[in-house]
């Protein structure tokens, strides 16, 4: 069951109202386009995901006809299926993780509480280290001057995560029909 609901994500609670009648009239709220970048890293995942459970088939690659669409066998369109499902899946992974990580220092939140909840070990395993040892031990050292580093570091996991889900959107973006 996907949970989406636009009013969690209203700046104003108290114009709920007006902000719903706005996106029944025009498709966006007011509160929408204030943090045109936070609501789209909100709204790309939830709107995949319902994508990804209503959706029945799964697109040809490049360079497919019709006619070979539709001369597939049940095993190959089953296998596209599951390509299309993991490929969507991936797209909805690094946008989430993008959305969490840019908003996750918020109080000070430690890197180390996100793992498992944001990105996944071995990602964030191969990210850090990349690190210069010096930076990598200052972070774990838990030193309070090592607060602008933990910041810098979830922004750069933040802007990675939300690079790879562009670019997954934008090498399959003509695909997204049903």
């Not at 299926?81 to 969507?88: D, M, P, S, V, Y």
């Not at 990210?127 to 838990?142: D, I, Q, V």
Request: charged share 35%; net charge negative; hydrophobic share 35%.
């Amino acid at each position: 069951m996907i949970e989406f609901d636009l009013t969690k994500r209203d700046l104003e609670p108290e114009r709920a109202e007006e902000f719903k009648k706005q996106r029944i009239e025009r498709g966006f709220a007011d509160c929408d386009w204030w943090d045109l970048n936070d609501y789209l890293l909100w709204l790309l995942p939830g709107i995949l995901e319902v994508f990804l459970e209503r959706s029945n088939g799964a697109p040809g690659g490049p360079g497919e006809t019709a006619h070979d669409l539709f001369s597939a066998g049940e095993e190959q369109l089953r296998n596209r299926r599951k390509e299309w499902e993991q490929t969507l899946q991936e797209m909805i992974r690094h946008f989430r993780n993008a959305s969490r990580f840019r908003g996750s220092f918020i109080g000070g939140a430690l890197m180390s509480q996100l793992i498992g909840q944001a990105v996944e070990k071995e990602e964030l395993q191969e990210f850090l280290k990349n690190l210069p040892p010096e930076t990598l031990a200052a972070y774990e050292s838990g030193d309070p001057n090592a607060l602008d580093l933990q910041e810098s570091l979830m922004d750069e996991i933040s802007d990675s995560e939300m690079r790879k889900g562009f670019d997954l959107l934008k090498e399959h973006f003509w695909r997204l029909w049903d």
